[in-house]
């Protein structure tokens, strides 16, 4: 009997083992499933709609691109014209064109039949016309919010990097940093720019603020984020083309310097505060909705273990 008991419960255990092994496989492969099934769905191939090749969206919009076209400008309005009826009459809500910049001609053909200027590149130009005359005009706007990061560098000395830029309209001690490219994370932003500007290789630590505010470069939003950084490096190799000085400077100079603006002096007041409180700003890797990715989300986490 003893023997029958240790049987079952050998047995019960490894069907247990055995499902939970197969709820990890479809865990695991859900996300790889959903994406190809994704990259299927959003690289079909163009359709012939009214004249043109385009492809749909679940919006009822459509894209045409010109980098394929090879048409006379007369023969591509006719197109387009007789296209904007067949459009208008199944019920094509919005339609984009991004003209490449080999097809510049067609530009003033599409402003002629109302489309609108959407947003530019340096190969093309994107253009779009809201078709429905009884709804209000549902196109997303073109993305109006420049994102900058600062690097707060803080060494065992307790000194922050600090810098002088070279082109200035008042001369002033700040934080090395600039201008996120396409696709970067704040974190690598911060580093690639303290590296750049002065020599000093770091690693990410925390997400120290962030600054919004309106009405800045080209009439956009601006968000400035500071990321307190750990040294890798401490000797500085200045960037000529870009800074005028560099130096670490004694985190208590710095807060009463008379050459710190104070915002900056309100940055470093706010890192202070939160070393003391023992909490930072930092970022974990999160599933997405879609499950065929992780994205950063940054969070308030205590540093008391860390």
Known sequence: MSGSKQLYKLLMSSATLLKKTWCLIKFLHYPLDF?????????????????FHAKTDIYKGLTIE????SLSDEDFENNLKNSLMDWIKTGIRGVWFKVNI?????????????????????????LTRWLPA???NLLPQYPYTHIG????????????????????????????????????????????????????????????????HHKHIFSCSDIYIVCHLKPVNETITKSNEEIAKCEWM??????????????????????????????SIVASSVLSFRKDCYNKVYHVQSTNDS
């Open 102 to 126: 080999a097809n510049s001609s067609y530009v003033p053909i599409l402003v002629k039949h109302g489309f609108l200027f959407h947003h530019a590149k340096t190969s093309y130009v994107m």
């Open 149 to 212: 990061v600062g690097g707060m560098v803080i060494n065992d000395k307790n000194q922050v990097l600090t810098i002088q830029e070279k082109y200035h309209q008042t001369p002033h001690w700040k934080l090395p940093g600039g201008y996120s490219n396409p696709g970067e994370d704040f974190g690598d932003t911060a580093r690639r720019e303290v590296f750049e500007e002065t020599g000093i290789e770091s690693k990410f630590v925390s997400v120290v603020a962030l600054r919004h």
């Open 35 to 51: 994406q190809l099934k994704h990259i299927r769905m959003a690289s079909k191939s163009a359709e012939l709609y009214g004249n």
């Open 66 to 69: 010109t980098q394929n076209l």
């Open 250 to 279: 004694d985190i208590e100079t710095y807060r009463n310097h008379p050459k710190v603006t104070e915002f900056n002096r309100f940055i470093m007041d706010a890192f202070l505060e939160s070393q003391r409180l023992k909490t």
């Open 134 to 136: 009884d709804e209000p």
